[in-house]
């Protein structure tokens, strides 16, 4: 079993920025891949950014060149720092884990078998 708990969601203004965090635990795997997603009231859920175990990462167009997935593996946490927000994202946010996974990791939500509870992220126009 793997744990994911995210935190610093909050209310901030269109052009604002917030860094969101996720913190993991579970069993050892040398693979794995980790997501952001993200689900907007009356959408559905919505892969933003996906990192693999090396690091790499997958972003859609939407968030490319205003948001930054990354992770630390000495503090088993993952990261997510939007800037330059916009009204549409807002939604609630989650962190996920596919674990094992090799290969490319896959930017749908079922692909992942680890989630957490969310975190509310609100931009004001």
């Known amino acids: 079993q793997w744990q994911l708990v995210e935190s610093g969601g909050g209310s901030v203004q269109a052009g604002g920025s917030l860094r969101l965090s996720c913190a993991y635990s579970g069993y050892s795997s040398s693979t794995y891949c980790l997501g952001w997603f993200r689900q907007a009231p009356g959408k559905e859920r919505e892969g933003i950014a996906v990192i693999n175990s090396a690091g790499g990462t997958t972003y859609t167009d939407s968030v490319k060149g205003r948001f930054t997935a990354s992770k630390d593996n000495a503090k088993n946490s993952l990261y997510l720092e939007m800037n330059s927000l916009k009204p549409e994202d807002t939604g609630m946010y989650y962190c996920?884990?596919?674990?094992?996974?090799?290969?490319?990791?896959?930017?749908?939500?079922?692909?992942?078998?680890?989630w957490g509870q969310g975190t509310q992220v609100t931009v004001s126009s």
């Open positions: 996920a884990a596919r674990v094992p996974w090799g290969g490319r990791c896959p930017t749908i939500g079922s692909a992942y078998n680890y």
